[in-house]
């Protein structure tokens, strides 16, 4: 049983590190004021389970995404081009699977709140994941380069 509560220590100290990094206490935020909508609005079970599902799955993913970056920086803190493909992977993961929260969130909350078919809420969502993915596509600079 020490062995179980030093090891939830350890767990512990790891969220209390990702917690100083602003990309995930962004998301975290984001998610917080998603849910508490969610709340609000008095979203059916099934629902606000796929809206929990979704921030959780975003912070996660962000984690795995620090922890590569991490090792990356560990094992070459220089500049390379094959560190820049796993680290630019890396990240395109947290996209991944944030655009697929913002197509359910927004499918789900755009019905609740409009009463729109859950489809008008996946094209407004598809709308949005474009423009920011356009967004990081043409912006110049950035990296360490
Ligand atoms: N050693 C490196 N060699 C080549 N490119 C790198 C290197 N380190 C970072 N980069 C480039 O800079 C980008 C940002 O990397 P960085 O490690 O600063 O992460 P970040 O996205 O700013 O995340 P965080 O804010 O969590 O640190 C990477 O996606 C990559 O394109």
Request: with cysteine; aromatic share 14%; net charge neutral.
């Given at each position: ?11 512990a100290?790891?969220?209390?590190y ?15 004021a ?6 609000l609005i ?17 912070v996660i ?8 970056e991490?090792?990356a ?41 409009f009463?729109l078919?859950?489809a ?6 598809i ?11 043409f ?7």
């Amino acid at each position: 049983m020490r062995k179980f509560f030093k090891s939830l220590h350890h767990a512990a100290n790891g969220l209390c590190y990702l917690l100083k990094e602003r990309n995930f206490r962004i998301q975290l935020v984001f998610g917080a004021a998603v849910l508490s909508i969610g709340v609000l609005i008095e979203l059916e079970r099934q629902d606000f389970l796929w809206l929990l599902f979704c921030t959780f799955m975003v912070v996660i993913l962000e984690a795995v995404n620090t922890v590569i970056e991490k090792i990356a920086d560990i094992l070459h803190p220089y500049y390379d081009e094959r560190v820049k493909v796993l680290k630019d992977v890396a990240a395109s993961i947290v996209l991944m699977g944030s655009a697929m929260s913002v197509l359910i969130g927004l499918s789900i909350l755009i019905k609740e709140i409009f009463d729109l078919h859950f489809a008008v809420g996946i094209l407004f969502g598809i709308i949005i994941v474009v423009f920011f993915f356009s967004f990081g596509l043409f912006r110049v600079g950035g990296g360490k380069e």
